[in-house]
């Protein structure tokens, strides 16, 4: 399956964004979807992850209460909205994807096998 991110840009602290990745190549809803973000010379951090119904979300203590993730099968999309962002939410945003993953709860990077090619967020103080 090959993915594609977008939506980042520049934004201002406290406000909000939506990222997009559209999947393409195989049938989206065989995939579990999740988002990273890696953040300048530190390693890719986990945000959260969603199955592959859209039923079950899971998201990373650094997000929690202020994300949401989000699919929509029938455009082979998935999303992550954020709210009330700050400078620690600069990042480059990607999304991954895995035909069967045992827990959304998968934070190690080397777990998910599909990886879109990022798109970069900057939040302004």
């Known amino acids: 399956v090959q993915l594609q991110a977008s939506g980042g840009g520049l934004v201002q602290a406290g406000g909000s964004l939506r990222l997009s990745c559209a999947a393409s190549?195989?049938?989206?809803?065989?995939?579990?979807m999740g988002w990273f973000r890696q953040a300048p010379g530190k390693e890719r951090e986990y945000v959260g992850a969603i199955n592959w119904g859209g039923g079950s979300t899971y998201y990373a203590d650094s997000v929690k209460g202020r994300s949401t993730i989000s699919r929509d099968n029938a455009k082979s999309t998935v999303y992550l909205r954020m709210d009330v962002l700050s400078p620690e939410d600069t990042a480059i945003y990607y999304c991954?994807?895995?035909?069967?993953?045992?827990?959304?709860?998968?934070?190690?990077?080397?777990?998910?096998?599909?990886w879109g090619q990022g798109t970069q967020v900057t939040v302004s103080s």
């Open positions: 991954a994807a895995h035909p069967y993953i045992k827990s959304l709860a998968t934070y190690h990077p080397t777990a998910w096998n599909y």
């Open positions: 190549g195989r049938t989206f809803s065989n995939y579990v």
